[in-house]
């Protein structure tokens, strides 16, 4: 089956090792943010200076005039009007006043498309932040017609009215949109990191809002240097360009465990040495509510159904009580009081407690139910691609006899491959969903699905042989506040695939 295919295994196995030897060190490493770059540079800018961070805002702009990619529209307005508003702000030369102008009439162009937008596929807090920054543009003279946006404000006053009812406190999952709430009393809210939610935005806010505080000077140098080092994060070094979140230490020590797992890797002689220094990592972030996606940070579904997979994979004690803390219903919620479930999230918690002995008859069939007629599920609010989701599902789904809907997925993955072997869920192919979908084939083929395999197998990894190597930007498919790509995952997704049917090649030549 791989006889023709020329793959360099020792060094693919090599770097994987040192990815994992990494995870979570440094707080993990994940792509600069538009949206929290631009907020920075206005509302607390860098004692650089804001120029280095501005020139690197505009050179982000697209030829359309908006900001962020244009395949997934509605992930570019929150970076859009942010990065107007700073430019605005900071800059009245001619060039960045064109911007602005630039910005404003994409904004304008397509406000209509929120009208009908699917709720599931908003970016994180969008609805929190886009009224926020339509009202800021408003008190600084740019002018932008809120009906169209009249639902999102709704949302916005419906979820606030939510948040009178619970206590606003650090490591929440609310105070990562605070920049946004409305309320900037000075108060000491600072979490382990020393930020506001792990947001550098937030933080930003923060910061400008307790100038003239001098009680808080100690958490004031305690979140500067936060922001310092969120922006270390992003091996920009640029003063300023910081990531929409950080630390992402529970992400990345639970997703790419997950990556190794269905590539048949985490117990691979190479990384043999590193499972026990990677438990202490997952040991140093679990507790008794389970595990957030960063530090010390509101746990969520994803992170603390992943934690108990790898435990449960390498033999360690796990409660499935963690995982269940998150049932509402007929499903699981990423993190209580959200307005909206997420699929993705759904799929991970079925996965773990089926692995665990421990069905869950309610939430399988709400997975079930939201598989759409051509065999896919949609793109979820945490990743814009329906291939990373649809792969999730039929991890989850494959535990539990699923034959018909894990079969219709198959067939949905096996019609999407472009002719050149790569899967894109856009015009353009890319590595991250070409890794995925060729292990989630993998799960299907383990499976005796019925679906011939080999051929769409072979030519996946040729493809992703041919581009694992080579320099390129980072896909950022991830969805937060903004389009985002979590480097380390990204790149052990990419690994793990490659690595899967590199070893199965040199068993067949063996």
């Known amino acids: 089956m791989f006889h023709h295919i020329q793959t360099p295994i020792h060094s693919h196995l090599q770097e994987l090792r040192n990815l994992v030897k990494n995870l979570g060190r440094n707080g993990g490493q994940i792509s600069p943010s538009v949206y929290d770059t631009a907020q920075l540079l206005r509302l607390y800018p860098p004692c650089q200076g804001s120029n280095a961070g501005l020139d690197w805002v505009a050179a982000q702009q697209q030829a359309d005039g908006a900001w962020g990619n244009p395949e997934t529209p509605i992930a570019r307005h929150v970076p859009t009007l942010a990065a107007v508003l ?35 596929l908003l970016p994180i807090a969008v609805e929190m932040i886009l009224p926020c920054l339509i009202d800021e543009a408003s ?10 946006y009249r639902w999102l404000f709704q949302v916005k006053a419906k979820k606030q009215q939510l948040l009178t009812k619970i206590q606003i406190a650090p490591a929440t999952a609310p105070m990562h949109s605070w920049e946004a709430l409305g309320n900037h009393a000075p108060l000491k809210l600072l979490d382990r990191p020393n930020s506001i939610g792990h947001s550098p935005a937030a933080t930003a806010q ?10 808080l000077a100690a958490e004031r140098a305690a979140a500067e240097k936060y922001l310092l080092n969120a922006a270390a994060a992003t091996g920009v070094d640029i003063p300023g360009v910081v990531p929409y979140v950080w630390p992402i230490t529970g992400f990345e020590i639970t997703y790419a465990p997950f990556a190794l797992l269905h590539a048949d890797l985490l117990h691979h002689p190479a990384l043999a040495d590193l499972l026990k220094p990677l438990l ?17 940070f509101a746990p969520d579904v994803d992170v603390t159904a992943l934690s108990a997979v790898f435990r449960q994979a390498i033999g360690q004690p796990f409660s499935v009580e963690t995982i269940l803390r998150f049932q509402n219903g007929d499903h699981f919620c990423t993190y209580p009081h959200e307005l909206n479930p997420s699929v993705f999230s759904n799929a991970h918690a079925v996965y773990a407690l089926t692995k665990a002995g421990h069905r869950t008859p309610a939430a399988e069939q709400y997975l079930k139910e939201r ?40 067939v949905a993955l096996l019609n999407a491959q472009k002719p050149d072997g790569s899967w894109g869920s856009s015009s353009h192919s890319t590595r ?3 890794s995925v979908a060729l292990m989630a084939l993998r799960t299907l083929q383990k499976g005796a699905c019925g679906l011939q395999l080999d051929a769409p197998i072979v030519r996946g990894t040729q493809w992703l042989c041919a581009h694992a190597d080579i320099a390129h930007q980072p896909e950022q498919l991830w969805l937060g506040k903004e389009l985002y790509s979590p480097y380390r995952v990204d790149r052990v997704y990419e690994l793990s695939a490659l690595l899967a049917f590199e070893s199965e090649r040199e068993e067949v030549i063996a």
């Open 280 to 296: 202490a990592w997952h040991d140093a972030n679990q507790t008794e509510l389970g595990m957030s996606s960063g530090f010390h």
């Open 432 to 434: 991250a969903e070409t």
């Open 139 to 148: 008190r600084v003279g740019l002018h932008l017609d809120r009906s169209p």
């Open 206 to 215: 923060w910061l400008k809002s307790t100038q003239g505080h001098p009680e």
């Open 86 to 120: 700073a430019l605005h702000t900071l800059r009245r030369d001619r060039a960045s006043q064109e911007r602005v102008k630039a910005g404003l009439a994409f904004l304008r162009s397509q406000a209509d498309q929120w009208a009908d937008v699917h709720y599931d």
């Open 371 to 410: 598989q759409l007629a051509n065999g896919r599920w949609m793109s979820d609010k945490w990743h814009t691609s329906w291939i990373y989701t649809t792969a999730e599902v039929i991890y989850a789904l494959a535990q539990c006899d699923a034959v018909a809907e894990i079969h219709k997925a198959g």
